[in-house]
């Protein structure tokens, strides 16, 4: 579930499909527009991670009730955002279904969209590694030059601090749509050996996914400390992190340059089990004791 991504084989047939869901309705409750614009990046970027060539998408559109004039502004503003993403990457919007009136005493649910992409998969059979593999490796945060490091509206963090500014669409979302192009074509090349969309709670949170789902007992060793706080934080849309062997970083930096994007290595991958950010160590055993536990979006005062 916290993926968000199936691959599907198909019989008699070798390419197969890869499908992915997102619909983070914080980004929404901040902003419709960029809400809307933001999940269609976001599942396209997860499909991007593994290689796959999106055919088509679907909506889920669920908000107030129309006739109010503001329930009306926020459906009819996460659908232009919907349809402005579509338009940009040039993957079709074939279908979905609607849920309007939703309302608690009279107050709207946010209007939030849930997107749905099909894609095609070449490899269904050896999917992309969304794991950490091997000691050793580089871990590189893969983005569009343009994106800030301190958009963090929308983010968990945002909601957990109250810091209340509303998640904003990219300010080049041409450079977003380059961006999914070259992952999608990076993701299986030779000497990159995982890829990951950064999700819910940013690029810290993502990249401890990738670690507790590794096997072997492998570790990390992180290259920025927690004082870059943004850079781990935010949830800005696409972002990926990329696992690549220490031999193909240089094409890596210069495949990067020729497509006008950014990447810098965040991390690398060790032997020894212990997650290190900055001064911090933990063990596998304490990061899941925390990892597991519920969390309250209850705003600060």
């Not at 810290?204 to 992180?222: D, I, K």
Request: net charge negative; proline share 8%.
């Amino acid at each position: 579930p916290e993926r968000g991504l199936a691959i599907l084989p198909l019989k008699g047939v070798a390419p197969g499909l890869a499908v992915a869901v997102a619909g983070p309705g914080r980004w929404a409750a901040d902003g419709a527009y960029g809400a809307g614009f933001a999940t269609v990046s976001r599942v396209l970027a997860v499909l991007a991670a593994q290689g796959a060539e999106p055919l088509g998408l679907t909506d889920g559109i669920n908000a107030g009730n129309p006739y109010k004039p503001e329930a009306f502004q926020a459906l009819a503003s996460l659908l232009r955002g919907i349809a402005d993403a579509a338009r940009l990457t040039g993957v079709p919007v074939t279908g979905g279904n609607v849920s309007l009136h939703n309302e608690t005493d009279g107050q709207a649910i946010w209007p939030t969209g849930i997107i749905g992409v099909v894609g095609r998969h070449d490899r269904p059979r050896q999917p992309v590694p969304d794991a950490l593999q091997a000691a050793g490796h580089a871990l590189w945060l893969i983005h569009p030059p343009a994106r800030p490091d301190a958009m963090l509206g929308g983010s968990v963090w945002a909601r957990l601090t109250g810091w209340g500014a509303p998640y904003s669409r990219s300010p080049d979302p041409e450079a977003d749509r380059r961006a999914l192009e070259w992952v999608r074509r990076h993701a299986t090349a030779p000497g990159v050996r995982a890829c990951r969309a950064v999700g819910d709670g940013g690029t810290l949170l993502t990249l401890t996914r990738m670690w507790l789902a590794a096997e072997g007992g492998v570790g990390l060793e992180t290259h920025i400390g927690p004082e870059a706080g943004s850079v781990w934080v935010n949830e800005a849309v696409p972002q990926w992190i990329m696992e690549v062997e220490a031999n193909g970083q240089d094409r890596l930096v210069q495949s990067l340059a020729d497509a006008g994007l950014t990447g810098f290595r965040i991390a690398t991958v060790t032997a020894d089990g212990i997650f290190r950010l900055g001064s911090f160590e933990w063990t596998r055993t304490e990061v899941l004791a925390y990892y597991r536990q519920p969390y309250s979006e209850e705003v600060t005062p």
